[in-house]
């Protein structure tokens, strides 16, 4: 079983729509989650993070976690044709090693 | 906010030449520098966890003689692929744990030749 697992896509929305991304993880113990935006060719830019069950909404994006069911996920609302990207979900389980997700490709159709 | 330098951008290089990949912190301490990997269309494959002072820990399958990383101080890793082959081309981008999550240098493009 993989550390983290992710939806590989890829997934299409249409300019304005709500993009909503999910990330499971195996490891109940996980402390701390996060969500990075890779574009082509580019490094990971680190978008969220959320520690604790709820939600955490920053501009037009909302992360949502539930530790209970071990996920946790990424809203887009309104979304542009310039958050096309690979996102990625991240997990520490406490100390420096963090798991990533295989990504999931997200197109935003004009 | 944490911010890692990784130098250089892209490199080609000759079949059986060795590249040296800088990361550095610039403002912050990194005592603990991530290594990855990522093919085209794939995702981030941890190479190697880098110690300040230590030796770095190889994940399974990553050749340590082939890969070898320096972690000589709290603000500079290097990772240099020796005798480098085509396979090895792949795009190399380090992290280092900050407050708020990884921080990723920018990448490094390698296209051996």
Redesign the interface.
Known sequence: QKEVEQNSGPLSVPEGAIASLNCTYSDRGSQ?F?W?RQYS??????IM?IYSNGDKEDGRFTAQLNKASQYVSLLIRDSQPSDSATY?C?V?RGG???Y????TSLTVIP | GAVVS?HPSWVICKSGTSVKIECRSLDFQAT?M?WYRQFPK???M?MA?SNEGSKATYEQGVEKDKFLINHASLTLSTLTVTSAHPEDSS?Y?CSA?AV????????T?LTVV
């Open positions: 701390s996060f990075y060719g580019k490094s990971p830019e680190l993070f990625l991240a520490n420096n090693q963090f990533f997700g295989t990504g | 990784q603990t991530f794939q995702s981030l941890l966890t795009f981008i744990r708020r999550g990884h921080t990723f240098g920018s990448g493009r």
